[in-house]
């Protein structure tokens, strides 16, 4: 993430809070030190934004509450996760408020051209949800097949097998799929040609490799 979207996200996510976020909550959420992230308060108290620090229970870094950012402009992969959550929660009964979640979603997908809807359909097609993944996954591992799935990029991976057997691949992702107690990647192996499920727990590095790529390559 660069440091400008960093910013502006952190600045968005101490806006939808009601309380202080603590300086090490932030360094964890966006992954960077905590020398990095008082630097990144400092740039939005110098951009004007109310940044204050509040001592006590629920304390920590906040935005002033009457404070508002202008209205949000969502890119087709931020759309994809929201809309893919929403619809989630509604096949599952998670939410009773259904009506109000099918507004908002219609709101989303109205808000967005033509082309970006075009993409969010084929990105949601991609992403299954059978139930809640429970096993944790590194934030790097995540970030990388996040960036794989969103870009159609492939992936290079060490991966431990069923054996215990930690094993180099190249991949590029078909669909990922959201189980009960694991995340699953179906992908197809660039090397040998086959398909292959892998589970995203069990990656312990993930790269995203530059494309074209060709079968045997390096």
């Given at each position: 993430m660069r440091r400008t979207e960093r910013l502006f996200a952190i600045a968005e996510y101490l806006r939808g809070r009601?309380?202080?976020?603590?300086?090490?909550?932030?360094?964890?959420?966006?992954?960077?030190?905590?020398?990095?992230?008082?630097?990144?308060?400092?740039?939005?108290?110098?951009?004007?934004?109310p940044v204050a620090s509040e001592r006590g229970r629920g304390?920590?870094?906040?935005?002033?509450?009457?404070?508002?950012?202008?209205?949000v402009n969502l890119t087709a992969r931020e759309a994809a996760v929201?809309?893919?959550v929403a619809n989630?929660?509604?096949e599952h009964r998670v939410v009773p408020f259904v009506a109000a979640l099918d507004g908002a979603?219609?709101?989303?997908?109205?808000?967005l051209s033509v082309s970006s809807q075009r993409k969010l359909l084929e990105l949601?097609?991609?992403?299954?949800?059978?139930?809640?993944?429970?096993?944790?996954?590194?934030?790097?591992?995540?970030?990388?097949?996040?960036?794989?799935w969103f870009e159609g990029q492939p992936l290079g991976v060490r991966y431990t097998d069923n054996d215990?057997?930690?094993?180099?691949?190249?991949?590029?992702l078909r669909t990922i799929v959201m189980d009960r107690g694991e995340t699953r990647l179906n992908t197809t192996d660039l090397d040998e040609q086959e398909d292959r499920q892998l589970r995203l727990d069990r990656l312990e590095v993930a790269e995203v490799l530059p494309r074209p790529l060709t079968p045997g390559g390096s």
């Open positions: 009601r309380t202080g976020v603590t300086a090490a909550a932030l360094a964890d959420r966006f992954d960077v030190t905590l020398r990095t992230i008082y630097r990144d308060l400092d740039s939005l108290r110098d951009a004007e934004l304390g920590g870094f906040a935005l002033d509450r009457s404070y508002s950012l202008p209205p929201l809309l893919a989630w929660a509604r979603t219609d709101k989303v997908r109205a808000a949601l097609e991609t992403l299954q949800f059978v139930g809640v993944p429970a096993r944790p996954v590194r934030p790097a591992v995540r970030r990388a097949v996040e960036q794989a215990g057997v930690t094993v180099k691949r190249r991949v590029r």
